[in-house]
């Protein structure tokens, strides 16, 4: 599988690619904080760092910096990729199904689900470069979980004709839909709001947003229900109006998660 680009994860925060490229992760690179042990100036050949800007906001950004070889085979440094980073994401505990690795095994995707359950979901891992090795299929471990909307609007359907005089509730449904033709990350989604509140990643306006994403159905009739933190940059609500809680919430998501520290 071949290494994806980020480009619609900033087509929906970033209009111009010349302030993306020329002024945003510049920024980043040059003042951004390292979130791993390992100081950029350590790098070795195939090892990573992360760099992640603005500090203290609760979205940021994460430029990833490895060690590549040189004409002489000398490491030097290379920013491989960037993409939006939460840093608050809501803790779940999940049991890991598959792990799938970008080309160069930087960036990967995990395929996992709560514990007692085959519903599965998967998510881009965004400290993959740092933390694949330790994944074992089938073990559990703690993650943090959010996500970033491509678009979304306060939806105020609370039933859908399935038609022959039958209908689908939808008031207060948690339902998360992927599609074949989407990355195994995005998803379609319908959630209900729990709170709402302003956030901001440097000068770009996002709303968080807490939705209970989905109910999976567990075996030992435990409630396990995914609730994450969505954050909605202010170009991709789709109408004027704003969720509070109790409304229900409508859109496509990327979904993002990583090891909990």
């Not at 989604?189 to 302003?198: G, I």
């Not at 306006?205 to 969505?230: A, G, K, M, N, Y």
Request: glycine share 8%.
């Amino acid at each position: 599988m071949g290494i994806q680009d980020h480009s619609n994860r900033w087509a929906c925060l970033v209009e111009h690619d010349e302030m993306l490229f020329e002024n945003w992760l510049p920024t980043v690179t040059y003042n951004g904080k390292p979130v791993d042990v390992r100081e950029p100036g350590q790098l070795a050949l195939g090892e990573a760092v992360g760099l992640v800007g603005p500090e203290d906001a609760s979205f940021a950004t994460l430029v990833l910096i490895a060690g590549m070889p040189d004409e002489e085979g000398a490491s030097r440094h290379v920013g491989i990729s960037a993409y939006p980073y939460a840093v608050d994401g809501a803790r779940h505990r999940l049991v890991i199904r598959e792990v799938t690795p970008w080309e160069g095994e930087m960036e990967g995707w995990i395929t996992a689900s709560v514990p007692h359950s085959d519903v599965t979901f998967t998510f881009f891992d965004t400290r993959f470069y740092a933390n694949h090795s330790r994944y074992m299929v089938g073990e559990e471990a703690e993650f943090l979980l959010a996500g970033l909307a491509y678009g979304a609007y306060v939806d105020e359907r609370t039933a859908l004709d399935l038609g022959n005089d039958r209908t689908l509730q939808l008031q207060g449904v948690a339902m998360l839909v992927h599609h074949d033709e989407a990355d195994p990350d995005d998803y379609d989604f319908l959630a209900p709001v729990q709170d709402s509140e302003p956030a901001a990643m440097g000068p770009f306006s996002l709303t968080r947003v807490t939705i209970t994403l989905l109910r999976p159905p567990c075996e030992d009739d435990i409630d396990r229900d995914v609730v994450v933190p969505l954050y909605v940059p202010e170009r991709c609500w789709r109408s004027e109006a704003r969720p509070e809680p109790g409304n229900d919430l409508s859109g496509m998501l990327w979904l993002q998660g990583r090891l909990a520290d």
